[in-house]
């Protein structure tokens, strides 16, 4: 019996507003095993680390990555052996559980092999949830072809490039390839519904797919007891997804107070994306993005704050993600400061916990209760009243537990 006894933390737990000092929490074999305002005693075995008053949280969770996303410029993956884009998509994930996010689901790329292995203990990482491929129409997101490729004869055989999107189109072709994702064990499946801003030939506004294709991913979906996530920008394509049976909306950076109530009346998420456009706002240019493909980034940065505004208005579930392309990835944590130049620090953190547990289907994630599982992370100072502080892990991040493992820490146990 491996037991872990934090003593002294002032503990966020995910779901309440307030954090409460003077706790006490006990992990035993991966699991938190008591949370209590008294002392715990696990035997003489159990190894304590007094936190001093530091931050107790779950670990953090980002609900819109892609792990095997190591170059900016789409294009730049498509040459790539798959075993290459394993290996160097091993330092990017590991970097993701050291600024501590200990669950990260994947919209795109992400495969069950790659969960797994991680899940095995053969690579350090998040525990990954897993769609494949982003499904495109044709000429829609995921359809990165050349000009000159001009066949129409592409089912759920052929991918438009590398793995991350495959086109499909079609109820029935749809039907067969969100089947056979969820035989080989996804975790959820993700549809394209709008134009997108790194695709060379759809703008942001084109609705993707029929109602009546998405709706049949959802009813596959959902007889499986899964759900399908949908990229969408503009209002016209977030509430086609709904209408279709969507349960999380990606980006949503457009979206009008009206579909924000639509969202919330389906009890729908929106997963907002910021970073990834404010960063790549600053850096897209001059890594080797098109001019076309710069225009619609600053098209769809400029509305994110709005929409976060709107979403809260309207009472929509928010989630958290961040959808950083390779060289962007070292910003992962900068979405909570963006995040908190509208919302409240406790909501943006619960949406990284437990609000981002839910969309993954997992509730014993982003909560530390007796019986969650013990994924924590220790922060020193208090993030409820500055943000800022997830942003700067060389100097807050103490502590990362993932599992009931401690897979890094600067403090001594007693
Ligand atoms: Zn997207
Ligand atoms: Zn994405």
Same mark, same amino acid.
């Given at each position: 019996? &491996?037991? /872990?006894? *934090?003593?002294?933390?002032?503990? *966020? ?5 307030? !954090? ?44 819109? &990555? ?55 203990? *053969? ?51 749809? +039907?067969?390839?969100? +089947?056979?994702?969820? +035989? @080989?064990? !996804? ?19 084109? /609705? ?14 959902? %007889?499986?007891?899964?759900? %399908? ?45 910021? %970073? =990834?456009?404010?960063?790549? !706002? ?30 809260? @208005? ?5 989630? *958290? ?15 909570? %400061?963006? +995040? ?51 942003? =700067? ?20 146990? @007693?």
């Amino acid at each position: 019996m &491996a037991a /872990i006894a *934090f003593t002294n933390a002032t503990l *966020f737990d995910g779901v309440n507003d307030e !954090a409460v000092p003077g706790m006490n929490v006990l992990v035993v074999d991966g699991k938190i095993e008591a949370v209590s305002d008294k002392p715990l005693s696990g035997g003489d075995s159990v190894t304590e680390y007094d936190l001093g008053g530091r931050t107790l949280m779950p670990g953090l969770i980002d609900a819109h &990555a892609h792990v095997f996303a190591i170059n900016l410029v789409e294009e730049h993956n498509r040459n790539i052996a798959i075993t290459e884009m394993t290996a160097r998509a091993v330092p990017r994930i590991r970097k993701m559980l050291d600024r501590g996010f200990t669950s990260v689901r994947d919209v795109a790329g992400g495969d069950v092999g790659i969960r797994n292995a991680i899940a095995q203990g *053969f690579i350090p990482g998040p525990r990954l949830f897993v769609g494949g491929p982003a499904l495109s129409q044709i000429g829609g997101h995921g359809d990165h072809r050349n000009l000159t490729d001009d066949s129409l004869d592409i089912d759920f055989n052929a991918s438009a490039f590398n793995f991350e999107c495959r086109i499909v189109e079609g109820e029935g072709p749809l +039907r067969s390839h969100v +089947r056979n994702e969820l +035989r @080989k064990g !996804a975790d959820h499946i993700k549809v394209l519904a709008s134009g997108g801003v790194g695709s060379p030939t759809d703008a942001i506004d084109q /609705i993707q797919y029929s109602e009546a294709e998405i709706r049949a991913v959802c009813e596959e979906a959902a %007889v499986r007891g899964k759900y %399908v996530a949908a990229h969408a920008y503009e209002s016209a394509a977030i509430a086609h997804s709904i209408r279709a049976g969507v349960r999380t909306i990606e980006h949503a950076n457009l979206i009008n107070a009206e579909t924000a109530a639509v969202v919330a009346e389906a009890d729908a998420y929106i997963v907002p994306t910021l %970073v =990834a456009y404010e960063v790549t !706002a600053q850096h897209g240019a001059e890594l080797g993005l098109s001019e076309y493909v710069m225009e619609k980034l600053n098209y769809v940065n400029d509305s994110g704050l709005k929409m976060l505004g709107l979403a809260e @208005k309207a009472g929509v579930k928010l989630g *958290f993600g961040t959808d950083l392309m390779g060289q962007m990835e070292f910003a992962q944590l900068q979405e909570f %400061v963006i +995040r908190g130049r509208v919302q409240r620090p406790v909501d943006v953190l619960k949406s990284a916990t437990s609000v981002n547990a839910e969309i993954v289907q997992r509730d014993d994630l982003g909560v530390i209760r007796a019986g969650a599982t013990a994924d924590m992370i220790v922060v020193d100072g208090d993030p409820l009243t500055d943000i800022s502080i997830m942003n =700067a892990p060389e100097q807050h991040l103490r502590l990362i537990m993932k599992d009931g493992d401690i897979y890094k820490t600067d403090l001594t146990a @007693k």
